[in-house]
């Protein structure tokens, strides 16, 4: 009876230190329990969600691609008037664009070429478009404008009533002159609209040839 009341007694004690052991460990906080970890966490609502390819596409293409392929879509155009229509050239067909200035005459050239300029060192011929195509004279004021351009790399003025600026023009808007065309048709090469407005693309290598 001795060593079963020392067990039942011994089993009591143990008992009771690990009763008294589990109310003094530290109690472990609320927030800590309730709080989910950081990878269980929802995404916020309406978060956006970004593809990585699509951020790697968009890392990686240029910039400058639209504006490329938008410039080899056109043709810039200097537009200057004759009369009371619009004529164009290439851009890169011109030179400079000067002033009205004194022209001096020359002896046995024909009408349409008034006179020569000297420019830089260089006597350049000057021929009046109105008289070259056929058309009436046209206004000579201080708005008045000398077109220098470069044909078989000879340069030439061409008198103009007005420079009226640069225009860009697709290649397939460039349609061929109507047959209707009498005066200086020769001299065209086509009809270009932007617009709404109607623009006469000149042949150079005809209109100044020299």
């Known amino acids: 009876m001795d060593i079963l009341a020392a067990r039942k007694k011994a089993a009591e004690g143990a008992r009771t230190k690990k009763k008294a052991g589990a109310e003094r ?4 906080p609320i927030a800590a329990v309730e709080a ?23 890392a990686v293409a240029p910039a400058s691609e639209p504006d490329e392929a938008l410039s ?3 043709i810039e155009m200097l ?16 030179k400079e664009v000067l002033k009205l200035m004194e022209l001096t005459p020359v002896p046995h050239t024909p009408e349409y070429i008034p006179g020569v300029i ?19 004279d046209g206004i000579r004021d201080e708005k008045s404008r000398i077109v220098v351009v470069s044909l078989d790399e000879e340069d030439v003025g061409l008198l103009v009533d007005r420079v ?21 048709a020769e001299f065209l090469r086509g009809i270009a609209r932007k617009d709404e407005k109607l623009y006469i693309l000149l042949d150079l290598e005809k209109a100044a040839g020299v």
């Open 118 to 136: 000297s420019l830089r060192g260089s006597v350049l011929p000057v021929f009046d478009l109105c008289k070259r195509l056929g058309l009436a």
């Open 164 to 184: 009226t600026g640069v225009v860009r023009i697709p290649p397939d808007a460039v349609r061929p002159a109507p047959e209707s065309i009498e005066q200086g």
């Open 36 to 58: 989910p970890a950081p990878e269980e966490q929802q995404p916020r609502e309406h978060a956006p969600i970004v593809d990585a390819a699509a951020k790697q596409d968009a």
């Open 79 to 94: 537009s200057f008037r004759l009369g009371g229509e619009e004529y164009i050239v290439k851009v890169e067909q011109v």
């Open 72 to 74: 080899s879509q056109v």
């Open 25 to 28: 460990a530290p109690a472990v």
